[in-house]
C-alpha cells in the first residue's frame, strides 16, 4: 500500500515539475541563436515567451484560432485570489498562434504574471467555439529574467 501511494505522490511531483516554465537557448539555421520559454498545458498547447528586439512577447501555440483579432480573459491566481484582465490578440496567418502581449514589461499584467501560480486563458471568438487554455506560471519570474538578459 505504501508502494501505491509513494508512486502516486511522484506521479504528481513530476506532473508539476513539467508544468513549470522551461527556458531554453535555441539555435536555428534561419534566425541563428535565441532564447524561448514556455509553460505546457495538459493538452500540449505552449505559452511562450519570446524576446522580439528587446522586448518580452507572450503568446500561445498549438491551438487553431479563427478570428484574425479575438477577445481574450486572462485569469491569473495569485495567492489564491483571482485577478481578470481582458484584450483583443491578433493571430498568425496560418491561425496556429494567439499574440497575447507585445512588450510584457510594462503591460497592465507583468505583476499578476510574476507573483501568479496559475493563468487560465478564454478565447472568445465571434463565430467559434470558446477556447480554454490552463497553464502553470511556476518559474514564472525565473522565465522572464531569463528573457531579458
Known amino acids: 500500500m505504501k508502494k501505491i501511494f509513494l ?19 535555441v539555435v536555428s539555421d534561419f534566425d541563428g541563436n535565441y532564447k524561448i520559454a514556455y509553460s505546457k498545458d495538459i493538452y500540449g498547447n505552449l505559452l511562450k515567451l519570446e524576446n522580439v528586439d528587446g522586448y518580452v512577447a507572450m503568446y500561445i501555440t ?3 484560432f479563427c478570428d484574425e483579432t479575438p477577445n481574450v480573459d486572462l485569469l491569473f491566481v495569485v495567492n489564491g485570489e483571482n485577478f481578470v484582465y481582458n484584450l483583443d490578440a491578433v493571430t498568425s496567418e496560418n491561425s496556429k498562434t494567439l499574440f ?27 463565430h467559434c467555439d470558446n477556447d480554454y487554455y490552463e497553464f502553470s506560471l511556476g518559474n514564472s519570474t525565473n522565465a522572464f529574467n531569463f528573457m531579458n538578459k
Open 7 to 25: 508512486n502516486i505522490g511522484l506521479f504528481l511531483l513530476s506532473f508539476s515539475v513539467k508544468s513549470q516554465f522551461v527556458y531554453k537557448n
Open 62 to 64: 498549438g491551438g487553431y
Open 100 to 126: 497575447l502581449i507585445d512588450d510584457l514589461q510594462n503591460s497592465l499584467i507583468i505583476k499578476y504574471f510574476l507573483n501568479g501560480s496559475k493563468l487560465k486563458i478564454r478565447v472568445n471568438e465571434s
